[in-house]
């Protein structure tokens, strides 16, 4: 345990690392209720300098102008104040948008803008007079994350005459109409039993995105069903895939599902981001996780936060305790109906509602720019009986905070030795120092989060705009 410890432990008055630029504080009064909020958070470094530090994945040489990209979108571009493209958006760019197309497997850190990517891929393919035959299939693994995505294509397509964009999601097709729409984003089985009942003509599509693809691709979990999809769509059709991850095994598939892509991929030791400061906390047993979490709740209440946990009840249980000790959160995972997951998201989007418990079901792709504080209540787990670590889904859920640039803060519980070494592992997998958050010493312990949290105060010279989600 020692050897595994040493990755996590660090001395009590451990500071916290430098974190190069800052985010946070969310203005709730008269944020829109549209899943696209303007922030105006105010942050410590200029974005522009991250944009020209070689090391950062927001890095590029050239402007979204030098991409090529029609008016319309460039336009669009604007509206949504994206000034530089990212690295993934400057290198992938040009590989997608050749001609003939070429498919492409592509891997970038969270946040770092892949959705913007493959959407000017999508929005630079579609022939605008022929805005009801689908031509474009975005694929994802929640309801959540397609209507995120949709919402990114109409917006950076919102000066594309013409463009219909609709999201494949249960409830969301009318049996009628069937698929009337340019740009199809949605879930994999609702959108094979629109193909099965011949509602969505699939004929003349020229690109397949599969975003969280790792995840997708997976054949545990959604792989058969992308793999259903797939082999009905025409032969010649582009394949994107995406995600922060890439496990070698599931890279292996996704090489035959994409052949001859051309590929970005990370090292091991690129894929944390800088401006996340990863901490732990020790909790003496299971009975008192809850009750730490009660203590930290004033800090979680500063930004945005995400607490997840493992089990759809134990998200139902933390929040009607929660709710009972006064405070005021939302709770939301896979038991709740579709249109009352969305009013739900569209809460904490937009600042209403601060403090969102939830299952892995949000732990990849979501974008609430507002997220301060990400904590693992359980460390995620995987495999048969749930007992080797996963570090993927941490590495997503921890994502949800640190979005292009701002900083955050994810604090994982352990409380005993299969979750104190699962959490040693992942340290180890990705070469990270945690920082120790010692629940006895509750002053140091507010000290090292807020320092992070707080920092972001500084300057205001930077609003990213667009998609808190
Ligand atoms: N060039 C840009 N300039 C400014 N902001 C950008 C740019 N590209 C993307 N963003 C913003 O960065 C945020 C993160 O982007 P996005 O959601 O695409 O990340 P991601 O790489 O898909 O992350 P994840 O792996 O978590 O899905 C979004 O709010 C998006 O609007």
């Known amino acids: 345990m020692a050897d595994l410890a040493s990755r996590i432990t660090a001395p009590a008055d451990t500071p916290a690392p430098e974190v190069p630029s800052a985010a946070v504080e969310a203005p709730v009064d008269g944020a829109e209720e549209t899943n696209l909020v303007d922030n105006t958070y105010e942050v410590e470094v200029k974005l522009s300098d991250l944009q020209n530090d070689q090391e950062s994945p ?8 030098e991409l090529g990209l029609p008016k319309a979108i460039n336009d669009g571009l604007l509206a949504m104040n994206f000034k530089k493209p990212s690295k993934i958006q400057e290198k992938a760019l040009p590989l997608m948008l050749s001609d003939p197309p070429h498919n492409m497997i592509a891997q970038s850190q969270s946040g770092t803008g892949k959705t913007a990517a493959f959407v000017l891929t999508v929005l630079s393919r579609v022939d605008l007079s022929k805005p009801t035959q689908p031509q474009a299939l975005l694929l994802a693994p929640s309801r959540e994350l397609a209507r995120q995505i949709q919402m990114v294509v109409q917006t950076i397509g919102q000066f594309c005459e013409g463009l219909i964009v609709e999201a494949a999601i249960p409830g969301a097709i009318a049996r009628e109409t069937g698929v009337k729409s340019s740009v199809v984003v949605g879930t994999p089985g609702t959108v094979i039993d629109l193909i099965k009942r011949r509602q969505f003509d699939v004929s003349q599509l020229k690109v397949l995105v599969i975003d969280e693809a790792d995840n997708m691709l997976d054949m545990q979990g959604l792989g058969e069903q992308c793999s259903r999809v797939k082999s009905i769509l025409p032969k010649t059709i582009q394949i994107l895939l995406f995600s922060a991850t890439f496990p070698a095994n599931v890279m292996a598939f996704a090489e035959k599902f994409a052949p001859n892509a051309n590929q970005m991929k990370l090292k091991q030791q690129e894929l944390t981001v800088k401006g996340i400061s990863q901490m732990y906390m020790d909790c003496p047993d299971e009975k008192q996780k809850y009750e730490i979490l009660c203590k930290l709740y004033g800090l979680m209440t500063i930004g945005s936060s995400v607490i997840f946990v493992r089990t759809r009840d134990s998200a139902a249980e933390i929040q009607r305790r929660m709710e009972a000790d006064g405070h005021k959160v939302t709770a939301l995972h896979g038991a709740y109906e579709g249109a009352n997951r969305d009013a739900l998201l569209d809460d904490f989007r937009s600042g209403r509602s601060k ?10 792709g979501i974008d609430v720019s507002s997220v301060a504080i990400v904590i693992n209540y359980d460390i995620p787990m995987k495999g048969p009986g749930d007992r080797e670590p996963d570090a993927e889904t941490y ?5 949800r905070t640190g979005r292009f640039g701002r900083v955050g ?3 994982s519980f352990v409380y005993d030795r299969k979750s104190f070494n699962a959490l040693a592992e992942i340290a180890r997998f990705y070469n990270i120092d945690l920082i120790q958050l010692d629940p006895n010493d509750w002053d140091v312990t507010e000290k090292k989060v807020q320092d992070v949290i707080k920092s972001s105060r500084a300057k205001a010279d930077y609003a990213p705009n667009a998609t808190s989600g």
């Not at 927001?58 to 102008?65: A, E, G, H, P, T």
Request: proline content about 0%; glycine content about 4%; hydrophobic content about 50%.
């Open 395 to 399: 590495l997503h859920r921890i994502g």
């Open 409 to 411: 803060v994810s604090i």
């Open 355 to 364: 403090v969102l418990i939830t299952t892995n079901v949000l732990a990849r």
């Open 58 to 65: 927001l890095y590029s040489v050239s402007s979204f102008d």
